[in-house]
């Protein structure tokens, strides 16, 4: 069966080990040298990696709880950035510590992974413009 050649690629959501920071050291940077962003959900740490594409690593605490629940906790983090990816500014390492006392759901570690990696790159969009006042 031939691909129609007039349907536009589909984005890559491979989650492989280049999309991973791996090592203690390339972690430990990105919390001496990353910027920082904060909400209700998480604080994302980011720093410049130098290479085409953003790597991930989730930090999730023992004060989180067991270690069933830190392991969920660090899968949902996973998957909220091999989804997010694409929205995401390339060529950044990000760190995500999410916050004690709470059980995001997929969603709501996606929404706050894209709010938090515009604005901790910089690269935030612009403000919606305000709505039109009506004439009376």
Request: hydrophobic residues 30%; glycine residues 8%.
């Amino acid at each position: 069966m031939s691909r129609d050649r007039s349907m536009p690629e589909a984005m890559d959501y491979r989650a492989g080990r280049k999309f991973r920071i791996r090592r203690p050291k390339e972690i430990s940077r990105v919390f001496r040298e990353g910027r920082r962003a904060t909400d209700g959900v998480m604080t994302l740490l980011a720093a410049p990696n130098g290479q085409a594409e953003s790597r991930f690593a989730p930090a999730v605490a023992t004060k989180h709880g067991n270690a069933v629940r830190r392991n969920r906790l660090k899968r949902l983090c996973r998957e909220a950035f091999r989804l997010s990816r694409p929205e995401l500014p390339p060529g950044w390492d990000y760190v995500m510590l999410p916050r004690r006392g709470i059980s995001p759901s997929l969603e709501t570690l996606r929404a706050s992974l894209r709010c938090l990696g515009l604005r901790v790159t910089g690269e935030q969009p612009p403000p919606p413009p305000p709505p039109p006042r009506g004439t009376s």
